[in-house]
């Protein structure tokens, strides 16, 4: 009976992550895509330090919410692999019992390096191209100068949601579970 309860409650917590996800980044939609971002649902992707189950949410949030994505595949497939890759990376932290503080940087170096390598070039078109032309543009059109200023703008922006938001939500919720 345990381990259908405890099955259970992580499939609705996982559930709700993602929507929580899907909800913050769709209605914030003018802040949570471009060059120049802040990613509040972002702020979700340090809860797999303490709760496994918010790697699968986070990343279908991620994902349901890049289909609104003015970047179009490229960000379906390499924006939700980011994330996953973060999420892991943010629970491993966690099982190895690290400090919590270092739980948010997986998002910030994971998508501040890997996002604005597609994000910066194809800011400036005006149309959504598929997945293979949108990343043999980012190829062909890539600069350092634009790239390093969208790894700093949108490792700002993690470190604003996951340092200023994540942290202490991850905090409470640790310390509301354990009453």
Same mark, same amino acid.
């Given at each position: 009976?345990?381990? %259908?309860?405890?099955?259970?409650?992580?499939?609705?917590?996982?559930?709700?992550?993602?929507?929580?996800?899907?909800?913050?980044?769709?209605?914030?939609?003018?802040?949570?895509?471009?060059?120049? %971002?802040?990613?509040?649902?972002?702020?979700?992707?340090?809860?797999?330090?303490?709760?496994?189950?918010?790697?699968?949410?986070?990343?279908?949030?991620?994902?349901?919410?890049?289909?609104?994505?003015?970047?179009?595949?490229?960000?379906?497939?390499? *924006?939700?692999?980011?994330?996953?890759?973060?999420?892991?990376?943010?629970?491993?932290?966690?099982?190895?019992?690290?400090?919590?503080?270092?739980?948010?940087?997986?998002?910030?170096?994971?998508?501040?390096?890997?996002?604005?390598?597609?994000?910066?070039?194809?800011?400036?078109?005006?149309?959504?191209?598929?997945?293979?032309?949108?990343?043999?543009?980012?190829?062909?059109?890539?600069?350092?100068?634009?790239?390093?200023? *969208?790894?700093?703008?949108? *490792?700002? *922006?993690?470190?604003?949601?996951?340092?200023?938001?994540?942290?202490?939500?991850?905090?409470?919720?640790?310390?509301?579970?354990?009453?």
């Amino acid at each position: 009976m345990k381990f %259908q309860k405890t099955t259970l409650i992580s499939l609705i917590r996982s559930s709700i992550i993602a929507g929580l996800y899907f909800a913050l980044t769709v209605f914030l939609a003018p802040i949570s895509f471009g060059a120049i %971002q802040i990613r509040i649902s972002e702020a979700l992707v340090v809860l797999p330090y303490s709760f496994p189950e918010a790697i699968f949410g986070v990343t279908l949030g991620c994902f349901l919410s890049n289909l609104f994505s003015p970047f179009g595949p490229i960000d379906w497939v390499f *924006g939700t692999f980011l994330t996953l890759i973060s999420a892991l990376f943010t629970y491993l932290i966690g099982k190895k019992k690290l400090k919590k503080y270092l739980a948010p940087l997986p998002p910030i170096i994971f998508n501040a390096l890997g996002v604005s390598f597609y994000v910066v070039t194809l800011a400036t078109l005006n149309t959504k191209l598929g997945l293979i032309d949108a990343f043999k543009y980012s190829f062909e059109h890539f600069a350092w100068k634009p790239y390093l200023f *969208g790894v700093l703008t949108i *490792g700002i *922006g993690e470190a604003i949601s996951t340092y200023l938001l994540g942290l202490p939500l991850l905090y409470a919720l640790e310390r509301r579970l354990k009453e």
